[in-house]
């Protein structure tokens, strides 16, 4: 179990880097993943304005409120687990309100999941090495 929540978090790292370079750096070359499949501009749009940003926003809340209850993560892989809860919170209710259900939302939706599992698997494992 280890071994695959360290190759999971390092294939994870890579990824969202090179994400987070062609967004910021080759934005109007390259277009948004999404995009290659059922997904147009216009859904885009709005999965990003209904799912992406409200995730962004549940996770900035939460910590805001760790901060001041005086609580702080107990290991630098708590702050990718509240993320991936939030995305799939807001992913959960994008299904119920308006998100197409096709095979790139799907697949995204567990891909989610299991970052979200990994990450609490190893939050576990470095929590207790810890205390």
Do not use: C
């Amino acid at each position: 179990m280890d071994r695959l929540i360290k190759y999971s978090l390092i294939i994870i790292g890579l990824h969202t880097a090179m994400r987070t370079i062609i967004a910021l750096f080759f934005y109007d070359q390259l277009p948004i993943a999404f995009l290659a499949g059922d997904f147009n501009q216009n859904q885009m749009d709005e999965y990003r304005a209904r799912v992406l940003l409200p995730a962004f926003f549940l996770t900035l809340i939460y910590f805001i409120f760790r901060y001041f209850s005086g609580k702080n993560p107990t290991s630098p892989l708590w702050p990718i687990y509240v993320i991936a809860v939030s995305l799939v919170i807001t992913q959960i209710i994008g299904f119920i309100t308006f998100l197409p259900l096709t095979q790139i939302t799907i697949q995204f939706f567990i891909i989610t999941l299991f970052i979200g599992f990994i990450a609490r698997q190893g939050h576990n494992k470095r929590k207790n090495e810890i205390i």
